[in-house]
């Protein structure tokens, strides 16, 4: 008889995870029977008769309950299985631990562009930034006039890169679509990462420029420039003042050189996208560990999509370093449940094809997984989208599930590098700071090589710890952080991938 690869993720579960696909009729040593169904890798299998009505357990988690009556070695899925709200303790603080931090001395080290201000980056552009909808067509033209070879003079430019929007105008002002906005923007003409800004805006739109910089305390000067389109004569000569404002950038920004930083500079977005029923056994739980390790350094991590810890929030607010963080947590989890009333979208169960195709039945089970990038260390605190980070450790950003949105806004807070999981295989990456992509099964990450940065299934494979693949993701961190490519930038991935948050349902 031959044997069938399933992980039980926790005692307590009565159900299995395939690492294989299974055959309809195929033996199961484990349960002694054979498969009742055609079930692909990383789907479920009840490991023993679930009845009607009763909860199914995933790592000790109710992720739902079964429709119907279901015999041990039966496909479980979203044919079979309800979502069932079921109320959690958030029990603030409960699994509250210290964290044991490294000293200073003893801390990681990567090689870092030190601004200024004191904060660091870990790539060198000049931006350009569209203040409406009307001017991104013009900014687009500047950045493009910077090619390669005209850029060759500055090595130590990573390029110009235009951040087009399509909003800006024909919005309330104020409004919360508008201040999320002014936000964003004003989180990237800040950024680290880029050493010299121009903001470019048409004239008569409710953003208008100068209002935005004295808004969000942002102070023009030689780093940080302004163009207006009406004034300055339209299309054609903005396009040509801003190739000129951008020339008289370059030799400064190509006087930065990096040096020698603490791990503790690192702020970390944490995304994932196109998941599957491998997400929460692999890549998740070792970036997890990465930010275990990363926070013990002194570093920043970034845990976003708000719709995909619902139903798992608890496994954060039980790390709240206070009532008042774990409150705020759920209250934007109350935001979300009235933002999505009668709205077929995650925050209500139905997660994406990609997912349900990969193995995740609903967005409880997809939660599951996705909290686990955060670790174990103390949520410190909550932001809204974009706000600025000030806190280190493990924070909380309020954002939709929609990746470009979601990493859009950790930039915007601060994020100087993003870590994204996938299952599926997603082909994302950012600029000003760049996405380390991290696959969750080898197949997934043999077959697109040339996209992803890190394959976790090797952990899936057994030739790999959780823990082991951990320490491997914080050293390809400060390796990335330090200057080294990702995939995605090889690629030429992220400028077209900066997606401030409309308010509109996109979770």
Same mark, same amino acid.
């Given at each position: 008889?031959?044997?069938?690869?399933?992980?039980?993720?926790?005692? +307590?579960?009565?159900?299995?995870?395939?690492?294989?696909?299974?055959?309809?009729?195929?033996? /199961?040593?484990?349960?002694?029977?054979?498969? +009742?169904?055609?079930?692909?890798?990383?789907?479920? /299998?009840?490991?023993?008769?679930?009845?009607?009505?009763?909860?199914?357990?995933?790592?000790?988690? !109710?992720?739902?309950?079964?429709?119907?009556?279901?015999?041990?070695?039966?496909?479980?899925?979203?044919?079979?299985?309800?979502?069932?709200?079921?109320?959690?303790?958030?029990?603030? &603080?409960?699994?509250?631990?210290?964290?044991?931090?490294?000293?200073?001395?003893?801390?990681?080290?990567?090689?870092?562009?030190?601004?200024?201000?004191?904060?660091?980056?870990?790539? @060198?552009?000049?931006?350009?930034?569209?203040?409406?909808?009307?001017?991104?067509? !013009?900014?687009?033209?500047?950045?493009?006039?910077?090619?390669?070879?005209?850029?060759?003079?500055?090595?130590?430019?990573?390029?110009?890169?235009?951040?087009?929007?399509?909003?800006?105008?024909?919005?309330?002002?104020?409004?919360?679509?508008?201040?999320?906005?002014?936000?964003?923007?004003?989180?990237?003409?800040?950024?680290?990462?880029?050493?010299?800004?121009?903001?470019?805006?048409?004239?008569?739109?409710?953003?208008?420029?100068?209002?935005?910089?004295?808004?969000?305390?942002?102070?023009?000067?030689?780093?940080?420039?302004?163009?207006?389109?009406?004034?300055?004569?339209?299309?054609?000569?903005? /396009?040509?003042?801003?190739?000129?404002?951008?020339?008289?950038?370059?030799?400064?920004?190509?006087?930065?050189?990096?040096? %020698?930083?603490?791990?503790?500079?690192?702020?970390?977005?944490?995304?994932?996208?196109?998941?599957?029923?491998?997400? &929460?056994?692999?890549?998740?739980?070792?970036?997890?560990?990465?930010?275990?390790?990363?926070?013990?350094?002194?570093?920043?991590?970034?845990?976003?999509?708000?719709?995909?810890?619902?139903?798992?929030?608890?496994?954060?607010? +039980?790390?709240?370093?206070?009532?008042?963080?774990?409150?705020?947590?759920?209250?934007?989890?109350?935001?979300?449940?009235?933002?999505?009333?009668?709205?077929?979208?995650?925050?209500?169960?139905?997660?994406?094809?990609? @997912?349900?195709?990969?193995?995740?039945?609903?967005?409880?089970?997809?939660?599951?997984?996705?909290?686990?990038?955060?670790?174990?260390?103390?949520?410190?605190?909550?932001?809204?989208?974009?706000?600025?980070?000030?806190?280190?450790?493990?924070?909380?950003?309020?954002?939709?599930?929609?990746?470009?949105?979601?990493?859009?806004?950790?930039?915007?807070?601060?994020?100087?590098?993003?870590?994204?999981?996938? &299952?599926?295989?997603?082909?994302?990456?950012?600029?000003?700071?760049?996405?380390?992509?991290?696959?969750?099964?080898?197949?997934?990450?043999?077959?697109?090589?040339?996209?992803?940065?890190?394959?976790?299934?090797?952990?899936?494979?057994?030739?790999?710890?959780?823990?082991?693949?951990?320490?491997?993701?914080?050293?390809?961190?400060?390796?990335?952080?330090?200057?080294?490519?990702?995939? %995605?930038?090889?690629?030429?991935?992220?400028?077209?991938?900066?997606?401030?948050?409309?308010?509109?349902?996109?979770?």
């Amino acid at each position: 008889m031959s044997t069938t690869p399933l992980l039980r993720l926790h005692p +307590r579960d009565n159900v299995l995870v395939t690492t294989t696909a299974l055959a309809l009729g195929q033996p /199961i040593a484990e349960l002694g029977l054979r498969a +009742r169904a055609q079930v692909p890798a990383g789907h479920k /299998i009840a490991a023993c008769h679930i009845a009607a009505g009763a909860p199914v357990k995933k790592c000790d988690t !109710v992720i739902g309950v079964a429709l119907r009556d279901l015999a041990p070695g039966e496909h479980v899925h979203s044919h079979n299985l309800k979502m069932a709200d079921c109320h959690r303790d958030p029990a603030f &603080g409960a699994d509250l631990r210290p964290v044991q931090y490294l000293p200073e001395d003893a801390r990681a080290r990567f090689q870092g562009f030190v601004r200024a201000d004191g904060r660091v980056g870990t790539r @060198n552009f000049i931006g350009i930034l569209a203040s409406v909808n009307c001017s991104a067509t !013009v900014i687009r033209h500047i950045a493009a006039h910077f090619t390669p070879e005209r850029l060759a003079a500055f090595p130590r430019v990573d390029g110009v890169a235009a951040f087009a929007q399509t909003s800006g105008c024909g919005m309330s002002s104020p409004g919360a679509h508008f201040d999320l906005l002014r936000r964003t923007l004003a989180g990237y003409a800040r950024h680290p990462n880029l050493a010299g800004v121009l903001i470019v805006g048409l004239g008569c739109e409710r953003n208008q420029v100068d209002a935005l910089i004295q808004a969000q305390g942002l102070r023009t000067g030689q780093a940080l420039r302004t163009l207006v389109m009406q004034e300055i004569g339209g299309t054609r000569a903005t /396009i040509e003042a801003g190739i000129r404002a951008v020339e008289e950038m370059l030799p400064e920004a190509n006087a930065a050189r990096r040096s %020698s930083v603490s791990a503790s500079h690192l702020c970390i977005g944490l995304e994932c996208g196109g998941s599957d029923g491998f997400s &929460g056994i692999s890549a998740n739980p070792a970036l997890g560990a990465a930010m275990d390790i990363l926070v013990r350094h002194g570093g920043t991590a970034i845990l976003s999509e708000t719709p995909e810890i619902h139903g798992v929030e608890f496994m954060l607010t +039980r790390r709240a370093i206070s009532p008042a963080v774990g409150q705020k947590l759920l209250d934007r989890l109350a935001w979300w449940q009235r933002y999505t009333a009668g709205q077929n979208v995650q925050f209500n169960g139905q997660v994406t094809h990609g @997912n349900q195709a990969g193995g995740l039945a609903n967005i409880v089970e997809k939660s599951l997984g996705s909290a686990m990038k955060s670790g174990t260390t103390p949520l410190r605190a909550v932001y809204e989208y974009a706000e600025p980070i000030t806190e280190s450790g493990l924070v909380f950003m309020d954002s939709p599930g929609y990746d470009p949105v979601a990493c859009t806004g950790q930039i915007a807070s601060g994020a100087n590098l993003i870590c994204f999981t996938t &299952g599926r295989g997603s082909m994302f990456g950012s600029k000003p700071a760049p996405t380390i992509k991290l696959a969750s099964n080898t197949p997934m990450y043999r077959r697109l090589q040339e996209d992803m940065d890190i394959n976790c299934g090797l952990i899936i494979d057994g030739a790999c710890s959780v823990p082991e693949m951990g320490q491997r993701i914080f050293e390809q961190i400060l390796h990335h952080a330090s200057g080294a490519p990702t995939k %995605s930038e090889q690629l030429g991935l992220g400028d077209h991938e900066f997606v401030p948050w409309h308010l509109g349902v996109v979770g």
